[in-house]
């Protein structure tokens, strides 16, 4: 719910918001499977994916598929970057959005 809130009030035009609306749907139907059944877990994961289409969307985006592709492989840098980053210092719990 909070996620496809961030995207219908992010700042753009309707094409591009059209796009990057169907984007994350196409995305999310990818990676859902990955996230198991508990409700707290899928909405952060569908937080932090509407965050990364939004950092790689532009008021240009039009081609559903290529902003799937990238709000996907920036969501994998994110959890390769904090996943590297717990691995330096296992002490510290890695954060939920």
Known sequence: MRARQLIDGASFGPDALNAIGKAF????EEIAPNFGNDPTD???????LANALLSIASEDSRDVEVLKKAALQRMALDYRH??????KNPAAKPARS
């Open 82 to 87: 904090k996943s590297s980053a717990y691995a």
């Open 42 to 48: 899928i909405d952060n994961a569908r937080w932090k």
């Open 25 to 28: 749907d196409a995305a999310w």
